[in-house]
């Protein structure tokens, strides 16, 4: 994998994780509290699968 394509890739993250907080702010907060609110071990497992289907998403179209 070529340095570009990692750097489009982080381009892309970045700007997609940064539209919620930009758009609704005060709904952001909100699910951040939510989340908080929530059972570690709940959080590790989802974390987890998304950890498991971007290495699969990686695998399949690299």
């Given amino acids: 994998m070529s340095v570009e394509l990692?750097?489009?890739a982080?381009?892309?993250v970045l700007i997609?994780?940064?539209i919620?907080?930009?758009l609704f702010p005060n709904r952001w907060r909100a699910y951040l509290?939510?989340?908080s609110n929530q059972n570690q071990g709940l959080l590790q497992r989802l974390g987890g699968g998304?950890?498991?289907a971007g290495v699969v998403i990686l695998i399949?179209?690299?």
Avoid: C, R
């Fill in 10 to 12: 982080l381009g892309l």
């Fill in 33 to 35: 509290k939510e989340i």
């Fill in 50 to 52: 998304l950890v498991t």
């Fill in 20 to 22: 919620g907080p930009l």
């Fill in 16 to 18: 997609i994780e940064g």
């Fill in 6 to 8: 990692f750097m489009v």
């Fill in 60 to 62: 399949i179209f690299s």
